[in-house]
């Protein structure tokens, strides 16, 4: 951890200031933030400085994390939980990241009790009741169509209300039943189109299980929201009212202009 995060932890004297520019510089690399308002491109910059100062940062396989790489994950984690509140988050503190894909050996037995060991390559795994694993990379190398890291977040939420089965806790005023039935027909749908060898558009990996049609159409909500819209009308009308933003309705402004925020003194008290 390099400059402004050892400052925020508090392993300097010195308050954490981040600069304009490399507010800037970071969100550039992050294009879909675009299509936030000012007020809430600021809110989730200090949401972001909050949550390094919450969260136990490691990087893995001598993965050395600076400033950049730091400040983009956090800003990409606490986009789902804007309007929710970091204490969707809370009972966990390690985010663990890797220097690309990596591998998490498994044991399943299967139904004639037999044990299968195999090693697994992944992007990422989030942990009920411990970490979130993610694999970095440089911005030309990382896989076209995924977001890692708004996928693990999105599984975090789902498992607030325990388990993993692709309904996180619902918002006040949110119906269960409407939510069963959009995501319900919504996944029945695109797994049909995913075994008939259809383009999906989205992510066919999202045919895996209903949490990960869940953390897939997540991420499309927020970097291609006309896309989600298109397809899935219902769930994109969902996951609005649970993220508290319809980023479809809104065209995508000019990537981080001079309308950008002003710059963060720092964590909110």
Request: glycine share 8%; proline share 9%; net charge negative.
């Amino acid at each position: 951890m390099l400059g402004f995060v050892r400052r925020l932890l508090g392993l300097t004297p010195t308050a954490p200031e981040v600069p304009a520019e490399q507010w800037r510089r970071v969100e550039r690399t992050l294009p879909f933030l675009a299509r936030l308002r000012p007020e809430e491109r600021q809110r989730l910059r200090e949401m972001a400085l909050e949550f390094l100062r919450r969260k136990e940062f490691h990087g893995a396989q001598g993965l050395q994390l600076d400033d950049d790489v730091l400040l983009a994950i956090a800003l990409q984690a606490c986009l789902p939980v804007l309007n929710i509140g970091l204490q969707a988050y809370d009972g966990w503190v390690g985010v663990v990241v890797y220097p690309g894909d990596f591998v998490i050996p498994r044991r399943t037995v299967d139904e004639a009790g037999v044990l299968h060991e195999y090693d697994d390559e992944v992007l990422g795994e989030a942990w009920e009741g411990g970490p979130v694993l993610i694999a970095w990379f440089d911005e030309a190398d990382g896989p076209s169509g995924v977001n890692v890291v708004i996928h693990e977040f999105a599984h975090k939420l789902d498992m607030e209300n325990g388990g993993v089965d692709g309904l996180p806790r619902l918002r006040p005023g949110m119906s269960r039943q409407a939510w069963a039935e959009a995501f319900g027909r919504a996944y029945e749908d695109f797994c049909a189109e995913v075994d008939s060898g259809v383009d999906t558009e989205i992510d066919p990996y999202a045919a895996e299980h209903p949490a990960e049609f869940f953390a897939v159409v997540s991420e499309v909500f927020f970097e291609a929201p006309d896309l989600l819209k298109r397809r899935f009308p219902q769930v994109h009308a969902q996951l609005s009212l649970l993220y508290g933003l319809d980023l479809a309705a809104r065209p995508p402004a000019d990537p981080f202009s001079d309308e950008a925020p002003s710059p963060s003194p720092g964590a909110p008290s």
